[in-house]
């Protein structure tokens, strides 16, 4: 078998290097996952068919199972299947699938959904395009991706240095930069949450870089903050999608009109989500 050297394959194995080096069990808290999900409630989906293109190592398909769909099935590009299956073992019946999830068939579901994937694909829109092409006529969608707007300080100083951790040994990266980085975002969020518990008013948000998002994450512990910047850091590629280019995805025509939402997530990133169309128009 011929290795995968496709840009996509570099950027799965060194997000595996991540996920492979977590503590057993899912990354993320359920509270996370249901705000992730909104406006969609997974209990809806209880009895159907559900897909996730790019599960990392299962973090999110942990949760998922627990809402027990007919069939939950999820494809990785990254060499994270014995790291998934071990989180994933009180639930045996998912299905996991190693592959480029641009390039997956496995038919339709009632919900697909692709959580922080797109935006580091070399191509986006067609990741996108592989979202509505699992989704059934009549079935849900619903991504998350880093936003162009309110990411400016990561664009401007977090992506030149991750240019160049990524083409360090993961280990270098996670201990050497990450961590020492890290530790003042920690304090700065955690002061931020002491200081605005109900909120960053919007006059001060303007001066306070990520805000809001500081807010979020300063519910969680440092181990969670860490892996967060190593994430940042570790990947050759990540993207910042403006909101015209979101809005374009959604302009498919197999997207009922109605249907589609775009909510603008901690004051840096989307999520965007709708119906395909029962019928061809």
Same mark, same amino acid.
């Given at each position: 078998?011929?290795?995968?050297?496709?840009?996509?394959?570099?950027?799965?194995?060194?997000?595996?290097?991540?996920?492979?080096?977590?503590?057993?069990?899912?990354?993320?808290?359920?509270?996370?996952?249901?705000?992730?999900? &909104?406006?969609?409630?997974?209990?809806?989906? *209880?009895?159907?068919?559900?897909?996730?293109?790019?599960?990392?190592?299962?973090? @999110?398909? /942990?949760?998922?199972?627990?809402?027990?769909?007919?069939?939950?099935?999820?494809?990785?590009?990254?060499?994270?299947?014995?790291?998934?299956?071990?989180?994933?073992?009180?639930?045996?019946?998912?299905?996991?699938?190693?592959?480029? @999830?641009?390039?997956?068939?496995?038919?339709?579901?009632?919900? /697909?959904?692709?959580?922080?994937?797109?935006?580091?694909?070399?191509?986006?829109?067609?990741?996108?395009?592989?979202?509505?092409?699992?989704?059934?006529?009549?079935?849900?969608?619903?991504?998350?991706?880093?936003?162009?707007?309110?990411?400016?300080?990561?664009?401007?100083?977090?992506?030149?240095?991750?240019?160049?951790?990524?083409?360090? +040994?993961?280990?270098?990266?996670?201990?050497?930069?990450? &961590?020492?980085?890290?530790? +003042?975002?920690?304090?700065?969020?955690?002061?931020?949450?002491?200081?605005?518990?109900?909120?960053?008013?919007?006059?001060?948000? *303007?001066?306070?870089? &990520?805000?809001?998002?500081?807010?979020?994450?300063?519910?969680?512990?440092?181990?969670?903050?860490?892996?967060?910047?190593?994430?940042?850091?570790?990947? +050759? *590629?990540?993207?910042?999608?403006?909101?015209?280019?979101?809005?374009?995805?959604?302009?498919?025509?197999?997207?009922?009109?109605?249907?589609?939402?775009?909510?603008?997530?901690?004051?840096?990133?989307?999520?965007?989500?709708?119906?395909? *169309?029962?019928?061809?128009?």
């Amino acid at each position: 078998m011929v290795a995968d050297t496709s840009p996509d394959a570099v950027t799965a194995s060194a997000f595996s290097e991540s996920w492979n080096h977590l503590p057993e069990g899912s990354a993320y808290t359920r509270s996370q996952f249901l705000e992730w999900f &909104l406006p969609l409630d997974p209990e809806e989906f *209880r009895g159907k068919s559900v897909l996730e293109l790019g599960f990392g190592n299962g973090s @999110l398909l /942990v949760h998922m199972a627990g809402f027990a769909p007919s069939r939950l099935c999820g494809v990785e590009l990254g060499d994270t299947l014995e790291t998934t299956r071990r989180n994933l073992r009180d639930f045996p019946s998912v299905e996991l699938y190693r592959g480029n @999830l641009t390039r997956a068939e496995l038919g339709d579901f009632a919900l /697909v959904y692709c959580i922080g994937v797109l935006h580091h694909l070399q191509d986006p829109a067609e990741g996108f395009a592989a979202v509505l092409r699992h989704t059934e006529p009549g079935g849900r969608f619903h991504c998350w991706v880093y936003a162009r707007e309110g990411n400016a300080i990561i664009r401007h100083v977090v992506d030149p240095l991750r240019r160049v951790t990524a083409r360090l +040994p993961w280990w270098v990266t996670k201990y050497a930069v990450a &961590l020492p980085l890290v530790l +003042p975002y920690f304090v700065y969020a955690k002061l931020m949450k002491a200081l605005f518990p109900n909120g960053v008013p919007e006059r001060a948000a *303007r001066f306070l870089p &990520l805000a809001d998002y500081s807010l979020w994450i300063a519910e969680r512990e440092l181990g969670f903050f860490h892996h967060v910047a190593f994430d940042q850091l570790v990947t +050759p *590629r990540t993207v910042y999608i403006a909101r015209d280019e979101v809005d374009r995805w959604l302009s498919a025509p197999d997207i009922e009109p109605e249907s589609r939402y775009v909510i603008f997530r901690n004051g840096n990133s989307w999520k965007l989500g709708g119906t395909k *169309r029962a019928s061809a128009s």
